[in-house]
């Protein structure tokens, strides 16, 4: 049985920083390319980024990271604003695809002004 658990959400003043976490489980973790999306209240989930690319509004506050070892990707979010807000998605797509097989529960995010 596949898993993604994500991890590491919370509340932040802006300008601040969270790291999140996606731990995969039952798949062949080197063979997928998991990304990250994320859905702000009323709004429809927009792609945020993974480790080959990204959404142009997270360019230089967001870093993304895998490692095999533990079978976990990661996401560094700086300087966060309001407007990253949302629940935060991991989601596994098989080779360097974009249909996403498997996606996890979610993380709130949530930036205060």
């Known amino acids: 049985q596949v898993q993604l658990v994500e991890s590491g959400g919370g509340l932040v003043q802006a300008g601040g920083s969270l790291r999140l976490s996606c731990a995969a489980s039952?798949?062949?973790?080197?063979?997928?390319?998991i990304d990250w999306y994320r859905q702000a209240p009323g709004k429809e989930r927009e792609f945020v980024g993974g480790?080959?690319h990204f959404a142009d509004s997270v360019k230089d506050r967001f870093t993304f990271s895998r490692d095999a070892a533990k079978n976990t990707v990661y996401l560094q979010m700086n300087s966060l604003e309001p407007e990253d807000t949302g629940v935060y998605y991991c989601?596994?797509?098989?080779?360097?695809?974009?249909?996403?097989?498997?996606w996890g529960q979610g993380t709130q995010v949530t930036v205060s002004s």
């Open positions: 989601a596994a797509a098989y080779g360097g695809g974009t249909l996403y097989e498997y």
């Open positions: 039952g798949l062949s973790f080197n063979l997928y390319t």
């Open positions: 480790i080959t």
